[in-house]
């Protein structure tokens, strides 16, 4: 570990959190309805939108209308995509002639891009034409990141407000945040990336001649505008197979930069917007205290165990001031790509920058153990607040049970119909992660993916279901996974970490929305200082490792433990 590495990490996390409330505070304006410096512009632009659509915007919904307007603008988003992959060979704007996508890999793919995962079983330079990637990949892009946030928003005003029978508008919800936010912020950010070098064109290919003298070609097309949303907007899923390590993706440390803040901005403003829509900021910088501490944990280990390497190689005659660079770009280095790896598994995003199977087995546990807490540090945006918020109910309940008083949070009673599916929308994360890895591990169909043996070949199978059920996208690698068996099962478990926990959750804003708001007493527990913030590490912390420190234990625990006995894999 280096000054210079820790540096970095440093000026990432001060640029972040200088972000957090000026943008938590447009975000609570556009959420809000209020006016913006946007809206003469975009204003007659939303309003028509609404015309075409029958939609009256300050007609708020009740959380089953809400549940039901989400899932039917998400079912139609599936239907697009997967059609459109599906008859790409006839359409146009697909200069290099791809073939259509076949169906369980289409099946696998719109799945991935409607539920904000961007799992990527393919190449999308060689699989997918220009049209699929702008029309279909990009923009659910743009909608799977605004459909989170306005589910974030819609939980937010169930601890906001008082004896209200609704949440919100789903469509207005929808549609302001991708007008006024994730459309101009991702427009900014698309000319920084081609400002740094990253194509934005046409084009389908280029002929390079080599040193060498052999003919090379380029694969080029719109990758500016896909990479800016897919960062934004927490989604990953690269123009490339090879992601941001890619150098049209990610030409200079510059652009790497941009792309790991603009992973966490979003999510972390929306901390703020919660403090301001409950009426006290303090809460926010609350959760994104307890947020950042889980971050920063991650982050020294991660760089910690790859910066010691291995030590195997180091018996060899390695200098071992080098690290760990497997599966790394030399031209980031080991702090920076530590650094991008927490990030992009802390905030559902999945983008990467470099092989996190060629890890050390506990700098590549940590990703996986960020998605196993179910993404809430940070989180996609919108997802991971509420899954954060989803934990503090649960740290409430338990600081309850300790003093003997009824648990509230914001002063909202916490009873039993809050508890109860508190706990069902947790619980579906580990049921989709360790039931389809425990299949996968003892069937031909699923053994047959892993291109390694032992514990890491179990750590991909796992690392694969957890990345799929907590809507991350990234993978370890290793695995063959453009099959039928991996490509459907992999979707079901999208499907369930997305949607299965979303109506519950949903449930919960609709019930707190009901409540009245009790008045602070002696014995309220404050949810705002350091107290609180320790219980939800704590209460994150002890269940995840509860839950699963046995598949930790099959799979990375036990290979490092292999490593330091002289075994590899």
């Known amino acids: 570990m280096t000054l210079n590495g820790w540096l970095q990490i440093l000026l990432f996390c001060i640029v972040v959190v200088a972000l957090a409330k000026p943008l938590g505070g447009f975000l609570t304006r556009v959420l809000s309805g209020e006016r913006t410096l946007l809206s003469p512009v975009l204003g007659p632009v939303e309003r028509g939108f609404y015309r075409l659509a029958g939609v009256k915007a300050d007609s708020e919904q009740h959380w089953t209308a809400y549940a039901a307007a989400m899932l039917v603008f998400n079912l139609l988003g599936f239907a697009f995509l997967y059609g459109l992959m599906r008859l790409q060979d006839v359409l146009p704007l697909n200069p290099q002639g791809f073939a259509a996508v076949g169906d369980h890999l289409a099946f696998n793919t719109a799945m991935s891009f409607v539920t904000n995962t961007n799992w990527q079983s393919y190449g999308g330079e060689t699989t997918m034409s220009h049209l699929t990637q702008m029309m279909g990949l990009t923009v659910q892009n743009f909608l799977s990141a605004a459909t989170g946030i306005a589910l974030a928003t819609a939980l937010i005003r169930g601890f906001a407000r008082r004896s209200a029978r609704t949440l919100g508008n789903f469509w207005a919800d929808v549609t302001r945040v991708t007008l006024y936010v994730l459309l101009p912020l991702s427009f900014v950010l698309a000319l920084a990336l081609v400002w740094q070098g990253v194509p934005q064109t046409f084009a389908g290919n280029a002929t390079a001649t080599t040193l060498e003298g052999a003919q090379q070609t380029l694969a080029l097309g719109p990758v500016a505008s896909q990479e800016a949303i897919k960062m934004l907007g927490t989604n990953g899923g690269g123009f490339f197979n090879a992601n941001s390590a890619h150098p049209f993706e990610n030409p200079t440390p510059l652009s790497n930069f941009l792309q790991m803040v603009a992973i966490f901005a979003i999510g972390a403003a929306l901390t703020n917007v919660f403090g301001r829509m409950v009426g006290d900021q303090r809460q926010g910088w609350a959760?994104?205290?307890?947020?950042?501490?889980?971050?920063?944990?991650?982050?020294?280990?991660?760089?910690?165990?790859?910066?010691?390497?291995?030590?195997?190689?180091?018996?060899?005659?390695?200098?071992?001031?080098?690290?760990?660079?497997?599966?790394?770009?030399?031209?980031?280095?080991?702090?920076?790509?530590?650094?991008?790896?927490?990030?992009?598994?802390?905030?559902?995003?999945?983008?990467?920058?470099?092989?996190?199977?060629?890890?050390?087995?506990?700098?590549?546990?940590?990703?996986?153990?960020?998605?196993?807490?179910?993404?809430?540090?940070?989180?996609?945006?919108?997802?991971?607040?509420?899954?954060?918020?989803?934990?503090?109910?649960?740290?409430?309940?338990?600081?309850?049970?300790?003093?003997?008083?009824?648990?509230?949070?914001?002063?909202?009673?916490?009873?039993?119909?809050?508890?109860?599916?508190?706990?069902?929308?947790?619980?579906?994360?580990?049921?989709?992660?360790?039931?389809?890895?425990?299949?996968?591990?003892?069937?031909?169909?699923?053994?047959?993916?892993?291109?390694?043996?032992?514990?890491?070949?179990?750590?991909?199978?796992?690392?694969?279901?957890?990345?799929?059920?907590?809507?991350?996208?990234?993978a370890f690698a290793g695995l063959s996974a453009n099959t039928p068996f991996y490509n459907l099962t992999l979707g079901v478990a999208m499907f369930m970490g997305r949607f299965l926990m979303i109506v519950p959750m949903l449930a919960i804003a609709g019930s707190l929305a009901e409540k009245t708001s009790a008045p602070q007493s002696a014995g309220t527990f404050p949810t705002h200082g350091g107290l609180f913030i320790g219980l939800l590490v704590g209460s994150v912390l002890i269940i995840g490792g509860l839950t699963f420190l046995p598949a930790l234990a099959l799979g990375p625990i036990v290979e490092q433990i292999a490593m330091l006995a002289g075994q590899l894999f």
Not at 365 to 370: K, T, V
């Open 287 to 474: 959760i994104l205290g307890a947020m950042g501490v889980l971050f920063l944990v991650g982050v020294a280990v991660t760089y910690w165990a790859e910066a010691a390497g291995n030590p195997l190689l180091t018996a060899l005659g390695l200098d071992p001031s080098m690290g760990n660079m497997e599966g790394k770009e030399v031209r980031f280095g080991i702090a920076t790509s530590s650094l991008f790896a927490v990030i992009t598994t802390a905030a559902s995003c999945g983008a990467v920058i470099a092989m996190h199977a060629s890890f050390t087995p506990i700098g590549g546990m940590i990703p996986l153990i960020n998605m196993e807490l179910g993404e809430v540090i940070v989180g996609g945006v919108g997802a991971g607040l509420y899954g954060m918020l989803l934990f503090a109910i649960v740290a409430v309940f338990v600081a309850g049970l300790m003093v003997g008083r009824t648990p509230e949070y914001l002063g909202k009673k916490i009873e039993p119909r809050e508890v109860k599916l508190t706990m069902l929308a947790l619980l579906i994360l580990p049921l989709a992660m360790l039931a389809f890895t425990a299949i996968a591990a003892v069937i031909p169909e699923g053994i047959a993916g892993r291109l390694n043996q032992g514990p890491h070949g179990f750590a991909e199978m796992l690392y694969a279901y957890t990345s799929a059920a907590a809507n991350n996208g990234s």
